[in-house]
């Protein structure tokens, strides 16, 4: 049995699933799931995030994070948390950066919440030493200062697309078609959920709603309220969600979504809007949402990359050269990636972000 016949007895079963559902079986199946049965990282891999790109990008958030530590009065114990660590590559540049932070690295807790077995194993393999603990969940973060930083971690949470029609909205559903997955549309109907999109969107205009993210932003922004600390979201998206941006991704090129469930990832973009509204109703304060490549000029990149570069030549100086701007440049990851920060009210400003 594939993941393909799964869906299919699923919908022949319960009729056409939303878009979400899908997404959640073909990343999390606990047998065919795409996170759940592989590496998806690098080369080898289906796609790259930053800090496979450059050790520059762990180095410069962890730096940010414990400046911030430091702003706050350096509380002992805390959290050092990631969503979605990938295979340990950010956490670990960004303990080696931290390392000469006095008291650092002797008050922070490591947890990672990772759902894939896989990249647990990588993982641990990455940050042999330091003895982090992994959690399914944001919600069994201890209760305690966290400082928290997420990279493209709620791209790959599912979302509902609903298409305006009239006053009200047609959910995308997916259901069979002569046997094969296929996208259909719900009758329209009210959703009250969006609203408030009602002013700035038209007949035939899609937006999509991520169900999940906001329990878990609310999750990290009430611990950040009550005991303090900082979180760092990095991500692809815009402030507010506008238009059919899901897409699959397989050995690094584009895919058709419906086809080979659970063989490619599965993303869309962010609506860090939502993210914001959803720390500030848990009592959070939030940054300007900043684009990836002004974060990281602010913070030094290019300062950085002329330090490394010193001793390189030829191929190795052109990698370094390639993978700054490739993190920066606004045509490359520079202002597709957005950062959001949350912090607790009244705190000193993130570093490489305004308030």
């Known amino acids: 049995m594939s993941l393909s016949d799964h869906l299919t007895a699923r919908i022949r079963a319960d009729g056409p699933m939303s878009v979400a559902d899908y997404m959640a079986d073909c990343l999390l199946?606990?047998?065919?799931?795409?996170?759940?049965?592989?590496?998806?990282?690098?080369?080898?891999?289906?796609?790259?995030?930053?800090?496979?790109?450059?050790?520059?990008?762990?180095?410069?958030?962890?730096?940010?994070?414990?400046?911030?530590?430091?702003?706050?009065?350096?509380?002992?114990?805390?959290?050092?948390?990631?969503?979605?660590?990938?295979?340990?590559?950010?956490?670990?540049?960004?303990?080696?950066?931290?390392?000469?932070?006095?008291g650092f690295h002797a008050a922070m807790r490591i947890h990672l919440v990772e759902a894939s077995p896989a990249l647990r194993t990588a993982q641990a393999k990455a940050l042999d030493g330091y003895a982090p603990q992994w959690l399914d969940t944001v919600d069994a973060l201890p209760d305690q200062p966290l400082f928290l930083v997420a990279n493209e971690f709620f791209d790959a949470l599912p979302i509902r697309q609903f298409i305006r029609a009239g006053d009200g909205w047609s959910e995308k559903r997916i259901g069979l078609q002569d046997g094969a997955?296929?996208?259909?549309?719900?009758p329209a109907a009210p959703q009250s959920a969006l609203d408030h999109r009602l002013a700035d969107t038209r007949d035939g205009d899609v937006v999509e709603i991520c169900e999940a993210a906001a329990p878990v932003t609310q999750s990290i922004a009430a611990r950040i309220a009550a005991h303090g600390g900082a979180a760092l979201i990095v991500d692809y998206g815009d402030w507010r969600a506008l238009g059919d941006t899901l897409q699959a991704l397989r050995a690094h090129e584009p895919a058709d979504p419906l086809q080979t469930p659970g063989e490619a990832d599965l993303t869309a973009h962010v609506d860090f809007e939502a993210?914001?509204?959803?720390?500030?109703?848990?009592?959070?304060?939030?940054?300007?949402?900043?684009?990836?490549?002004?974060?990281?000029?602010?913070?030094?990149?290019?300062?950085?990359?002329?330090?490394?570069?010193?001793?390189?030549?030829?191929?190795a100086l052109d990698s370094l050269i390639a993978a700054h701007r490739r993190l920066t440049h606004p045509e490359e990851m520079g202002n597709l990636f957005k950062v959001l920060g949350l912090c607790p009210p009244r705190a000193a400003p993130l570093p490489g972000l305004n308030p």
């Open 29 to 102: 199946h606990p047998q065919f799931g795409y996170y759940t049965t592989r590496d998806p990282l690098g080369a080898k891999g289906d796609f790259t995030t930053a800090p496979e790109i450059s050790q520059m990008f762990g180095e410069l958030l962890g730096l940010a994070l414990a400046q911030a530590w430091l702003d706050q009065g350096s509380p002992a114990p805390f959290t050092l948390a990631e969503l979605g660590p990938g295979r340990g590559t950010l956490m670990a540049d960004l303990l080696r950066a931290t390392r000469g932070v006095p």
């Open 275 to 315: 993210l914001a509204m959803a720390a500030k109703t848990a009592g959070c304060a939030f940054t300007r949402l900043t684009p990836q490549g002004v974060f990281l000029e602010r913070l030094g990149i290019t300062d950085r990359a002329r330090a490394l570069a010193a001793p390189l030549q030829d191929a």
């Open 181 to 186: 997955l296929s996208f259909g549309l719900s």
